[in-house]
């Protein structure tokens, strides 16, 4: 069996056989000039080498057909996944006479799988200012279930829920909640948070859209005016806006008045409003070592460098002057005894992406952080609604509903509290976000190992598409 992670993040677990049956299924509906190639069988036992290699040759596979908008966002494949992720691993079948723990690596393949029953649940979403949202849900429903679930349950319009997303949190200690992915269509929330054994972990409704200019749409409607001016409410209280003295005076006024739509148009003004802030982490500019916060927001990765010297540096790096990007991980041998997690503590995951510094240099530059996968999947998302604007189109879009018959819940809705109001900032404090937009990054057992940016194949880069429209004027 193989380990399918998704962002990261361990999704379910799938035998060869299964997967073969997944690209029959594509080929016959795609036909065989589409799917890509897959790992053919092989008729006598695989060696340790053939087996790491068809797991190698598996991970490209699913990451090709993941990437594909056709392929990766067909039924077939998101209905493999979703009906993947209801079967969990259940307790170790030890073989008599085995001393080591569940996680023995010599008896994972003895290990059970069991199937988790459909059934009517209640699931609690959380909102921006902490508020609970509880709807009634199958425990099969897909993420576009939950989100309509919500949205019905918050009575916001259908043509606004395309602008919002549900994520997967981690509450801190301190009572802040630290983002670790967006969840995708083909997730079932209740399986996917229920089965970290966690209470830390909850989901949370939130925007998912970098351009500002797209609030206008969602303050049109009184919930969705709502929902946005909590959640603007709560990235100042975190810190994940700059504001001063007279900006806070400021704001805390319009708070008193209740003039929601006027609190947001001086928010918009302020440095890192729709910015998404992540961990410290190291990077290798300007010079290899240094120390940085990055955050995500207005179509750049955001640096704020601490140099050997101590001296802090600040600057950005525009996603329409990344020719490519590419994350990559190390996973050290484990010395430990045999019954140890290898890996689990000290996998080394990196960004790197092409820059183009000037108009003829392009440069690599590296972010070594954990938060790695999150931050390629803001680069992606960003691309993406570039090109949607670029194109005269818009995010804009009816929620589909589904066909065969609607979800079991209240017919009573719940109306969005306005935040309390707020506290002076702290500038002590240092929030952390995480985010996992639309590309995926799927792999089998583990994340893949890979050297550096410099000796892989093209096809395992990210292309960007913006880069191609650019001119001498934006450098």
Known sequence: AYNIHVNGVLHCRVRYSQLLGLHEQLRKEYGANVVPAFPPKK?????PAEVEQRREQLEKYMQAVRQDPMLGGSETFNSFL??????R???GLRPSGCTEGPGCQSCFSLQETQQIPTEEVVLEVLLSNGQKVKVTILTSDQTEDVLEAVASKLDLPDDLVGYFSLFLVRETKDGAFSFVRKLQEFELPYVSVTSLHNPEFRII???SYWDSAYDDDVMEHRVGLNLLYAQTVSDIEHGWIVVNKEQHRQLKSLQEKVSKKEFIRLAQTLKYYGYLKFDPCITDFPEKGCHVVVSAGNNELNFQVRLPNEQIKEGSFKVTRMRCWRVTSSVPMSNGPSGSSPGKSEVKLELAFEYLMSKDRLQWVTITSPQAIMLSICLQSMVDELMVKKS???IRKMFRRRVNGGLRRSDSQQAVKSP????????SREPMAKLSSKLTSVSLRGISHSSSANDVGANDFHGNYAFEGIGDEDL
């Open 392 to 394: 005269g189109g818009s």
């Open 89 to 91: 691993v259940g307790p």
């Open 43 to 47: 008729i006598f036992t695989l060696t």
């Open 420 to 427: 309390p109001l707020l506290d002076s900032p702290d500038t």
């Open 205 to 207: 409704l939130r925007k």
């Open 82 to 87: 979703r009906k993947a992720q209801q079967v």
